[in-house]
């Protein structure tokens, strides 16, 4: 049991100086730039869809405000003109009773 810990922190020594040579080594540390470098460019890649995507959006979005914004004026429009509609038919229908009415005094 003792032996078995002794041999791990061993090979764990042996493989961090091993690992450290690797990574000061000009090949090991060329292969982590071309990564890291690689690595980079993904991410600039994905900012930019990120970005397309969110102007894109924001241009749908704009565009739906104002096309709702449009119907809601035709539709206050279209209200009002009835509004106005049926104001003028009662005010005819009043002054039609009106009438009548004089007509039917007249006729006493």
Avoid at 21 to 37: C, F, M, P, Q, R
Wanted: proline fraction near 0%; avoid cysteine; glycine fraction near 6%.
């Amino acid at each position: 049991m003792i032996n078995k810990k002794i041999i791990s922190v061993g090979a764990g020594i042996i493989a961090g100086a091993i690992g450290g040579k690797v990574l000061n080594s000009k090949l090991a540390k060329k292969a982590a730039v071309s990564t890291v470098v690689g690595g980079l460019k993904v991410k600039e890649s994905i900012d930019k869809t990120v970005e397309n995507i969110r102007v894109s959006a924001e241009d749908v979005i704009a565009e739906a405000k104002d096309v709702k914004e449009r119907e809601e004026k035709e539709e206050a429009k279209k209200n009002d003109e009835m509004d106005i509609e049926k104001v003028a038919e009662e005010q005819e229908e009043k002054t039609e009773e009106k009438v009548e009415d004089k007509k039917e005094e007249e006729n006493k």
